[in-house]
């Protein structure tokens, strides 16, 4: 089991930009896929973006493509979101997760969530 902290969120502007982090302890960092999901007011979790154990592959949902990027520290146990071109419809509560496959983390089996992080986008 991996415990997952995220930070980073926050109130901003339209066309405005966040960098979301999610801190890793308990089971090895490398031992996991990761990936973002967020979930808006009466809305269900959606899938955000993924990054394999080994950085290499990445998977992203068609309404952030080339405006959100994922990415992983491994030695310091973190992945990172970085939004870009933030819109109002962006606002929610973002989690972090840890999987075995990029398959279960975009399916959303995660076996580890975060608690969450808010992110504001005002107009």
């Known amino acids: 089991q991996v415990q997952l902290v995220e930070s980073g969120g926050g109130l901003v502007q339209a066309g405005g930009s966040l960098r979301l982090s999610c801190a890793a302890s308990?089971?090895?960092?490398?031992?996991?896929?990761m990936g973002w999901f967020r979930q808006a007011p009466g809305k269900e979790r959606e899938f955000v973006a993924a990054?394999?154990?080994?950085?290499?592959?990445?998977n992203y949902a068609d309404s952030v493509k080339g405006r959100f990027s994922i990415s992983r520290d491994t030695a310091k146990n973190t992945v990172h979101l970085q939004m870009n071109s933030l819109k109002p419809e962006y606002t929610a509560v973002y989690y972090c997760?840890?999987?075995?496959?990029?398959?279960?983390?975009?399916?959303?089996?995660?076996?580890?969530w975060g608690q969450g992080t808010q992110v504001t986008v005002s107009s």
């Open positions: 997760a840890a999987a075995p496959s990029l398959v279960l983390i975009t399916a959303g089996q995660g076996h580890s």
């Open positions: 308990g089971r090895a960092f490398s031992s996991n896929t």
């Open positions: 990054i394999s154990r080994s950085g290499v592959s990445r």
